[in-house]
């Protein structure tokens, strides 16, 4: 039994009961009561707030944070991969954050150069000086600049110019707040280089940067995904408007959280796959 707070346990629809909170995606809507539909598995969908509490208890049950890192950044690389077809020739730019969502990001970027892609990694912000998993980047030879060192933005720039694919891996679930400074900057030129370039893949991890997890509510240079690669349970914010608008298609991965964890999470998500699971079939001429 998960034992989930009382106060974590989740709100019955996508929107909540504030009308305030975003507006759920059309097609989409959560079940509060699934107690005929049991043999029907749906996809559980969660807070900020209960994301952490699951990954803390994840943790504290014996499974290290390091370990979910790198299971997580792998299973970010190989969606990646299957997203993009191939990587041959490939050149993806890793924009890298502080905190779990940057880490994530850096071991995606070392798996995704060890098949063979061309990766560039550039740091928005200071990482700590022990960082295993940027040490490994460096050690695996990839082009790593710093923006802290970076005059003018000119050398994400160059970079930026050069790739086919963009990987936001700046800022994680949490509160939606300003971004400002070289994170507003680097998510400005990635969407206007995609109005120019439609070639250009953007990919998120768990979320844009700068879209609200809980309510869809979006900062004005949010990044417009292609694609969002949430990890482990996706987020409300994701289905809800305008966040739904910049996170493009939506897939989930596993990455070792035991399903228990999230057994008191109420709220789930109907999809068409679902639907079509439940719904009997019809003749064709049937009305």
Avoid at 12 to 19: A, E, F, M, R
Avoid at 96 to 106: E, F, I, K, R
Avoid at 116 to 131: I, K, P, Q
Wanted: glycine share 10%; net charge negative; proline share 5%.
């Amino acid at each position: 039994m998960s034992c989930l707070p009382p106060h974590l346990l989740a709100r019955d629809s996508l929107g909540g009961h504030d009308p305030k909170v975003g507006e759920a995606l059309p097609g989409l809507t959560v079940v509060p009561d699934i107690a005929t539909l049991k043999s029907v598995k749906m996809m559980k969908v969660v807070t900020a707030e209960q994301m952490r509490w699951i990954d803390r208890e994840c943790i504290r049950r014996g499974t290290p944070a390091q370990v979910l890192m790198e299971k997580a950044g792998k299973a970010v690389a190989e969606e990646t991969r299957r997203l993009l077809g191939t990587l041959e020739k490939q050149q993806i730019l890793v924009l890298v954050g502080p905190g779990n969502n940057g880490g994530d990001g850096l071991v995606a970027a070392r798996h995704l150069h060890d098949w063979g892609a061309g990766v560039s990694v550039y740091l928005c912000s200071e990482r700590a000086a022990d960082d295993a998993n940027l040490e490994l980047v460096r050690q695996h030879g990839m082009t790593c600049a710093e923006a802290a060192q970076d005059k003018n933005l000119e050398e994400f720039d160059a970079l930026l110019a050069s790739s086919s694919c963009v990987i936001d891996a700046l800022l994680g679930t949490g509160k939606l707040r300003p971004l400002e400074g070289v994170f507003r900057q680097v998510l400005a030129k990635v969407n206007e280089a995609k109005t120019k370039n439609k070639g250009l893949r953007t990919i998120a991890v768990d979320l844009p940067s700068g879209l609200d997890a809980d309510s869809g509510a979006v900062d004005p240079d949010c990044l417009y995904a292609d694609s969002t690669i949430t990890l482990a349970l996706p987020k409300l914010g994701l289905f809800t408007f305008p966040g739904a608008e910049r996170a493009g298609k939506v897939t989930t991965v596993d990455i070792g959280i035991p399903d228990y964890l999230a057994d008191e999470v109420t709220t789930e998500l109907i999809d068409a796959d679902w639907a079509g699971s439940v719904l009997p079939s019809r003749p064709l001429g049937g009305e």
